[in-house]
C-alpha cells in the first residue's frame, strides 16, 4: 500500500518517519488489523489521541477537536 495515499480532496498530508523496534511495529499491525484500519491510519489516530490528551491537560488548544 502507498505510504501517503491521497485524501478525499485530493491533498496529501506530510510524512513522517518513525523508527520503531520490530516487535512494536509487529503489535502496530496486529492492533492497526484488529481495528479494521490501515497501519497508517492507526498510528495517526493513536498520535492525535496522546497528543490531544496531553495538549489539553496542558491547557492547550488542540486543532482538531
Request: avoid cysteine; proline fraction near 6%; charged fraction near 30%.
Amino acid at each position: 500500500a502507498p505510504m501517503d495515499q491521497a485524501k478525499p480532496n485530493g491533498k496529501t498530508g506530510r510524512q513522517m518517519r518513525v523508527r520503531v523496534e520490530p516487535e512494536e511495529r509487529d503489535a502496530f499491525e496486529r492492533a492497526a488489523r484488529a481495528s479494521g484500519l490501515t497501519l497508517s491510519a492507526w498510528l495517526r489516530l493513536s498520535a492525535r489521541e496522546m497528543a490531544g490528551r496531553q495538549l489539553s491537560n496542558m491547557g492547550v488548544s488542540v486543532p482538531w477537536i
